[in-house]
């Protein structure tokens, strides 16, 4: 089941919305009865619980894709290392070198501005 955040989220962008802190809060009080909006600016409609209730599987989806990208973030090594291993496959290859000809020169003399 998506979570209320999401769901309201799906319907602001919906209605050409976003999110804003200041125009809508969620609040769960811990008495069982879950997250609610407690409070409501926007210059549209607050949604129902029905209306929210169609945005169900749009948010589902959302949360698994979101699921996913954390996922892949806990595990791809840092993203210096990632340009690193980049640089050297195009320091490497002539082909490489040739497509990036610009972006390996500019590379290569910071490169050799700031050596080891």
Same mark, same amino acid.
């Given at each position: ?16 919305? %976003? ?34 209730? %169609? ?11 979101? %699921? ?49």
């Amino acid at each position: 089941m998506a979570q209320l955040y999401t769901k309201v989220k799906k319907y602001l962008e919906a209605n050409s919305k %976003t999110w804003d802190n200041t125009k809508v809060s969620l609040q769960n009080d811990s008495d069982g009865k879950g997250d609610y909006i407690k409070s409501w600016s926007y210059d549209i409609p607050q949604p129902s619980d029905e209306q929210l209730a %169609t945005y169900e599987d749009e948010a589902n989806a959302e949360e698994a894709l979101n %699921t996913v990208y954390s996922n892949r973030l806990k595990e791809y090594p840092p993203i210096g290392d990632q340009l690193d291993m980049l640089w050297h496959s195009i320091d490497e290859s002539p082909e490489l070198k040739t497509k990036y000809f610009k972006f390996y020169e500019a590379c290569k003399a910071i490169k050799v501005k700031y050596p080891k």
